[in-house]
């Protein structure tokens, strides 16, 4: 597909289904939606993974969507997919089994009881 085809009619194109389009759409923001993701993430493979998400939603979704600014709908829905990333990073739980457990032969030793002793 041209290059001098606008966005607005690129939408168009994409929701009939138009996959030269869909094409255009990705050769024309990939780089700049993958540079958007990375520096939210910080990892390039989370932020390819979530670029690819992106593009797959965008094909899946082509009829239903809503789109007035392609350049704006793809940065602020890369940055939210970001984001949720990385809440779900954040509020994962904490794998118990890495924390290191304190030394048995600490207590068994009778150390403890060597502490207590110096508060008497």
């Known amino acids: 597909m041209n290059s001098q085809v606008t966005d607005t009619e690129l939408t168009y194109f994409l929701k009939a289904s138009d ?3 869909f ?9 700049k939606l993958f540079c958007v993701a ?7 493979e989370d932020a390819e993974e979530l670029v690819h998400d992106l593009f797959e939603s965008l094909w899946n979704k082509r009829q239903q969507a809503t789109i007035h ?14 984001t949720n ?4 990073k954040i509020t994962q739980p904490l794998d118990l089994g ?6 048995s032969d600490f207590v068994a030793k009778g150390k403890i009881n060597s502490f207590q002793g110096q508060r008497d």
């Open 19 to 21: 996959k030269k389009a």
């Open 23 to 31: 094409e255009e759409i990705y050769n024309r923001y990939w780089y």
């Open 38 to 44: 990375y520096h939210e993430t910080g990892s390039r």
């Open 69 to 82: 600014h392609l350049s704006s709908y793809l940065v602020v829905s890369i940055k939210h997919l970001s």
């Open 85 to 88: 990333y990385i809440k779900s």
């Open 98 to 103: 890495a924390v290191t457990k304190p030394r």
